[in-house]
């Protein structure tokens, strides 16, 4: 098996020695994925949630994925009071994909981050 790392372009994957997604076919595993983009994240959770899903799944694309092939999701909030409006943003992206799930409250490295997700992708 051949393992390709996958980078966003993140001048943190070099500091902190990681890679955006790592596929080892059929296996593509995504890094925790906050809601920046080009070094901004906006204040609302749903708009970083939002730009979560957009940020794995491109990072999926490059692996020849896609949103349809997670397996398993795993989502950082915060507060738990997030969870009903990054709910929706979950239920849009992965509709009648239903990955397994787990949500975790806590802190995250950033104080302007609020949600942060992470998956696991199984190619068909």
């Known amino acids: 098996m ?3 790392l996958i980078s966003s372009g ?3 994957e070099e500091i902190a020695g990681y890679s955006r997604a790592v596929h080892q076919d059929p296996w593509v595993f995504v890094a925790g994925t906050s809601g920046f983009k080009d070094g901004q994240i906006a ?3 749903v708009a970083q ?3 979560c899903i957009e940020t794995i799944a491109a ?3 490059q692996a ?3 949103l349809k092939d997670v397996v398993r999701v795993t ?3 915060t507060d738990a009071a997030y969870f009903q409006t990054v709910a929706p943003v979950l239920g849009k992206a992965f509709k009648g994909i239903r990955p397994a799930n787990t949500t975790i409250v806590c802190g995250l490295v950033d104080p302007r981050m609020k949600v942060e997700i ?3 992708a199984l190619k068909s």
């Open 75 to 77: 989502v950082y909030i």
């Open 2 to 4: 051949t393992r390709r």
């Open 59 to 61: 990072a999926l694309e």
């Open 10 to 12: 993140s001048p943190f």
């Open 64 to 66: 020849g994925a896609g």
């Open 118 to 120: 992470e998956v696991t």
């Open 49 to 51: 949630a939002e730009q």
């Open 43 to 45: 204040d609302d959770v």
